[in-house]
């Protein structure tokens, strides 16, 4: 009886390998890019070294932009529009899941958390990073880390950004192991660490990569070590429109691809191991384990939930 | 535009302790009630003053308080709290600039910065309105006064302020509710009042057209059931064949 699921897929997977790409009818956000012959890529303008503007020229750069430009060539040759004309819309964390469902924009790719909550609303691609939520902190006299861990923060002044995962699982942690933190939510990440240089804040929680974007932009980055315990993972994907399966498949085709050939490692150290706009600094951030399997094993599902 | 509503939001879990997305909101806007009735009362003291030495015949104590009015109209409100908020403790002596950053809950500095900011900013705004209720006045109730004798912090006491009040309460009630909509910046700070537990709410459920939603609706109730109060304010007061009030 087990036999007919695997003949049926494998006449699935030849009727798939046999037919051409899009030879179908387009549909979706298909049929409006090719339509159109324009594509509006989302982007942020402070996730460094994500997706953020470097300079006056307002167009964005970093690690998901470059994936978000692989894509789009990708989308060239699959639709054969050389030509195809790329437009840019800023978006923040509140404007970005509304943006991409209305249609005003149709890919985004920056620093978005893949979870269940947004999968409700968009789609997520295959996972393009994983981050985990650890603290930065200012180094003491002999270079070392003045808290080391979350249970050394009791009772201190944490800040976090508002509106990240972050601030959720702190404030959690905060409740229920009664650790009377004063937590402070700022606006957005240079903010959160404008709090800490300023001595509002001993530690600032949020995903070890943004920290180390963070770090390398202070006034003086050797001051500052990543530390903790990560009590979070979280992967990072880009978002489309829902139940467009079609413009997704395509999507994730391009970011595997970039996968298989590892072209992913050269855009990774690219971004992460050497000196990036605007300043020239290098973010020394190697590879973790976490984002080799993710480059192993695509995968789209929200990163599973660790509990520490 | 494919949209997951879902107005069931509110009450479920939001993984911090036991509270729903509700009792957010309600801890919001207890913050917005704190920040709007300080600052508001900060606001009509120093207004007033202000007000009446803008038109007292003194041209330094007059020009004192234009100076006051142009200064705190004319800067964004934003860009003022920013000034309260970052820079003004930093030019605070090194101990005391120590205690307010690391001893005093962020909350309490953050709350601090927004009232005074926001204390200041209106009370240029209500100085401008108590000024034009005491000029509305005719200059004879001034003279009148004078003639008898009053002294002149009695005659701005016992005549023209109690007249001047009653002819501005429909725009001190416009500041009023500015008031409650402005507190919205300490949202910038860190300060979790009704705007920023909106925006939490709105992160971490992804259901942000529900939660922009309750907010609207929350301002709106809040803000018509205030000028409903001073509406009621305003007829308790009025003297018969004053002025009139609803048109009468």
């Given at each position: 009886?087990?036999?007919?699921?695997?003949?049926?897929?494998a006449?699935i997977a030849a009727a798939?390998?046999?037919?051409?790409?899009?030879?179908?009818?387009?549909?979706?956000?298909?049929?409006?890019i090719n339509?159109?012959?324009?594509?509006?890529?989302?982007h942020?303008?402070?996730?460094?070294?994500?997706?953020y503007?470097a300079d006056?020229?307002?167009k964005?750069?970093?690690?998901s932009?470059?994936?978000?430009?692989a894509?789009?060539?990708a989308?060239?040759?699959?639709?054969n529009?050389?030509?195809?004309?790329?437009k840019?819309?800023?978006v923040?964390?509140?404007?970005?899941?509304?943006?991409i469902?209305?249609g005003?924009?149709d890919?985004?790719?920056?620093?978005?958390?893949?979870?269940?909550?947004?999968?409700?609303?968009v789609?997520?691609?295959v996972?393009i990073?994983?981050?985990?939520?650890r603290?930065l902190?200012?180094k003491?006299k002999?270079?070392?880390?003045?808290?080391?861990?979350?249970?050394?923060?009791?009772?201190?002044n944490?800040v976090?950004?508002?509106?990240t995962?972050?601030?959720?699982?702190i404030?959690?942690?905060?409740?229920d192991?009664?650790?009377?933190?004063n937590?402070?939510?700022a606006k957005?990440?240079?903010e959160?660490f404008?709090?800490?240089?300023?001595?509002?804040?001993?530690?600032?929680?949020?995903?070890?990569?943004?920290?180390?974007?963070?770090?390398a932009k202070a006034?003086k980055?050797?001051?500052?070590?990543?530390?903790?315990?990560?009590?979070?993972?979280?992967a990072?994907?880009?978002?489309?429109?829902?139940d467009d399966?079609a413009?997704?498949?395509?999507?994730d085709?391009?970011i595997?691809?970039l996968?298989?050939?590892?072209?992913?490692?050269k855009?990774?150290?690219?971004w992460?191991?050497?000196?990036?706009p605007?300043k020239?600094?290098?973010l020394?951030?190697p590879?973790?384990?976490?984002?080799?399997?993710?480059?192993a094993?695509?995968?789209?599902?929200?990163?599973?939930?660790?509990?520490? | 535009m494919n949209?997951?509503?879902d107005?069931?939001?509110?009450?479920?879990?939001?993984g911090?302790g036991?509270?729903?997305?509700?009792?957010?909101y309600?801890?919001?806007?207890?913050w917005?009630?704190?920040?709007?009735?300080?600052a508001?009362i900060?606001?009509?003291l120093?207004?007033s003053?202000?007000?009446?030495?803008?038109?007292?015949?003194?041209?330094i104590v007059?020009g004192?308080a234009?100076?006051?009015?142009?200064l705190?109209?004319?800067v964004?409100?934003l860009?003022?709290?920013?000034?309260?908020?970052?820079?003004?403790?930093?030019?605070?002596p090194?101990?005391?600039?120590?205690w307010?950053?690391?001893?005093?809950?962020?909350t309490?500095?953050a709350?601090?910065?927004?009232?005074?900011c926001?204390g200041?900013?209106?009370?240029?705004?209500?100085?401008e309105?108590?000024?034009?209720g005491i000029?509305?006045?005719?200059?004879?109730?001034?003279?009148?006064?004078?003639?008898?004798?009053?002294?002149?912090?009695?005659?701005?006491?016992n005549v023209?302020?109690?007249q001047?009040y009653?002819?501005?309460i429909?725009?001190?009630?416009?500041?009023?509710?500015n008031?409650?909509?402005n507190?919205?910046?300490a949202s910038?700070?860190?300060?979790?009042?009704?705007?920023?537990?909106?925006?939490?709410?709105?992160?971490?459920?992804?259901?942000?057209?529900?939660?922009?939603?309750?907010?609207t609706l929350?301002?709106?109730?809040?803000?018509m059931?205030l000028?409903?109060l001073?509406?009621?304010v305003e007829?308790?007061?009025?003297?018969?064949?004053l002025?009139s009030?609803?048109?009468?």
């Amino acid at each position: 009886m087990r036999i007919v699921p695997h003949i049926l897929g494998a006449a699935i997977a030849a009727a798939l390998i046999s037919t051409p790409v899009f030879a179908a009818e387009l549909t979706g956000t298909l049929k409006k890019i090719n339509d159109s012959g324009t594509i509006t890529l989302a982007h942020r303008d402070s996730s460094i070294p994500f997706s953020y503007i470097a300079d006056a020229s307002g167009k964005p750069v970093g690690y998901s932009h470059d994936i978000q430009v692989a894509i789009v060539e990708a989308l060239k040759k699959d639709l054969n529009k050389p030509d195809l004309q790329v437009k840019y819309n800023l978006v923040t964390s509140q404007t970005r899941i509304p943006l991409i469902q209305n249609g005003t924009a149709d890919i985004e790719c920056g620093s978005t958390t893949n979870n269940t909550e947004r999968a409700q609303q968009v789609d997520f691609t295959v996972n393009i990073f994983e981050i985990g939520t650890r603290l930065l902190v200012k180094k003491d006299k002999d270079g070392k880390p003045s808290y080391a861990d979350f249970a050394d923060l009791k009772g201190k002044n944490v800040v976090t950004t508002a509106g990240t995962t972050s601030e959720r699982i702190i404030k959690a942690m905060n409740a229920d192991k009664q650790m009377g933190m004063n937590i402070i939510s700022a606006k957005d990440h240079g903010e959160s660490f404008n709090m800490l240089e300023s001595g509002r804040a001993v530690a600032f929680m949020m995903d070890d990569a943004l920290l180390a974007g963070e770090e390398a932009k202070a006034k003086k980055p050797a001051d500052w070590i990543i530390t903790g315990t990560p009590q979070s993972f979280e992967a990072y994907a880009c978002m489309v429109r829902k139940d467009d399966p079609a413009f997704k498949k395509a999507v994730d085709d391009a970011i595997v691809a970039l996968y298989k050939s590892g072209e992913i490692n050269k855009i990774y150290s690219k971004w992460f191991e050497s000196p990036i706009p605007p300043k020239g600094l290098n973010l020394n951030f190697p590879m973790s384990d976490k984002v080799k399997d993710l480059i192993a094993t695509p995968s789209d599902k929200p990163a599973p939930d660790v509990k520490i | 535009m494919n949209y997951n509503w879902d107005w069931g939001v509110f009450f479920k879990s939001t993984g911090v302790g036991s509270e729903t997305y509700l009792d957010w909101y309600i801890a919001g806007l207890g913050w917005t009630i704190a920040i709007a009735v300080v600052a508001w009362i900060i606001a009509l003291l120093l207004g007033s003053i202000l007000g009446v030495m803008r038109t007292v015949p003194n041209r330094i104590v007059s020009g004192i308080a234009t100076c006051y009015v142009e200064l705190f109209r004319n800067v964004p409100l934003l860009v003022q709290l920013f000034i309260w908020y970052f820079l003004v403790p930093d030019l605070l002596p090194q101990n005391l600039q120590d205690w307010y950053k690391q001893d005093l809950n962020p909350t309490t500095s953050a709350y601090l910065s927004v009232v005074v900011c926001l204390g200041l900013f209106t009370a240029a705004r209500v100085c401008e309105q108590v000024r034009t209720g005491i000029q509305a006045l005719p200059r004879g109730q001034e003279s009148a006064a004078r003639a008898m004798g009053f002294k002149l912090p009695q005659i701005y006491w016992n005549v023209l302020l109690p007249q001047a009040y009653r002819i501005i309460i429909p725009p001190l009630t416009s500041e009023f509710l500015n008031v409650f909509k402005n507190s919205s910046v300490a949202s910038l700070i860190g300060l979790m009042e009704l705007l920023a537990q909106t925006k939490q709410t709105a992160e971490f459920s992804a259901n942000l057209f529900e939660a922009f939603t309750l907010a609207t609706l929350i301002y709106f109730t809040l803000n018509m059931s205030l000028m409903l109060l001073m509406r009621m304010v305003e007829k308790k007061v009025a003297v018969p064949g004053l002025i009139s009030v609803g048109g009468k």
